[in-house]
T-cell receptor
Framework: EAGVAQSPRYKIIEKRQSVAFWCNPISGHATLYWYQQILGQGPKLLIQFQNNGVVDDSQLPKDRFSAERLKGVDSTLKIQPAKLEDSAVYLCASSLRAGGLNEQFFGPGTRLTVL | LAKTTQPISMDSYEGQEVNITCSHN???????ITWYQQFPSQGPRFIIQGYKTKVTNEVASLFIPADRKSSTLSLPRVSLSDTAVYYC??????????FGSGTRLQVQP
């Protein structure tokens, strides 16, 4: 079974530039999550989708971050404009559903460096 | 959300059993206890999950006392490849996971 795919794996940009990350979850997984992981810390949820609807985006900095999940499958996360403090690894995860014994499967992440 | 507390780091040697204890004093009735493992440059990976008593799989065991205010992840006979960060989480499975800083396990030869 293919895992969660993310691209690119690495991205270096200058502050105030824009960047987009892509995630393809495991086939059939209804729930998709984007996490931000700053070096030395645990992952922090940015947004959770159930199919193509947003379940939780309370920690998403909406003035600069946006995310969509068209057709309830792939998802993109965008940062515009980027700040130095956005340097982190952005992890995408998916699960079969939200509820019960919920195992999340994580992708390898995209490491973003903002200069 | 239930908050968890676990040691920042632990050291061990190959072949030893490692026990990582996590406290979650405010765990709710519907919460499960879940442990994830994360290697450098990888996303977290599910290890084990339980609600009460003891759960065992091919990788680890999870011990949960009756009051469920703590749990212990047990890794039998660790190897160098078990060097990683281990996260303890509590969740109902109805929302995204809330990760703390985890426990950095260093296994030495």
């Amino acid at each position: 079974e293919a895992g969660v795919a993310q691209s690119p794996r690495y991205k270096i940009i200058e502050k105030r530039q824009s960047v987009a990350f892509w995630c393809n979850p495991i086939s059939g997984h209804a729930t998709l999550y984007w996490y931000q992981q700053i070096l030395g810390q645990g992952p922090k949820l940015l947004i959770q989708f159930q199919n193509n609807g947003v379940v939780d985006d309370s920690q998403l900095p909406k003035d600069r971050f946006s995310a969509e999940r068209l057709k309830g499958v792939d998802s993109t996360l965008k940062i515009q404009p980027a700040k130095l403090e956005d340097s982190a690894v952005y992890l995408c995860a998916s699960s079969l559903r939200a509820g019960g014994l919920n195992e999340q499967f994580f992708g390898p992440g995209t490491r973003l460096t903002v200069l | 959300l239930a908050k968890t507390t676990q040691p920042i780091s632990m050291d061990s040697y190959e072949g030893q059993e490692v026990n990582i204890t996590c406290s979650h004093n405010n765990i709710a009735t519907n919460d499960y206890i879940t442990w994830y493992q994360q290697f450098p440059s990888q996303g977290p990976r599910f290890i084990i999950q339980g609600y009460k008593t003891k759960v065992t799989n091919e990788v680890a065991s999870l011990f949960i006392p009756a009051d469920r205010k703590s749990s212990t992840l047990s890794l039998p006979r660790v190897s160098l490849s078990d060097t990683a960060v281990y996260y303890c989480l509590v969740d109902t499975g109805r929302r995204a996971l809330t990760f703390g800083s985890g426990t950095r396990l260093q296994v030495q030869p």
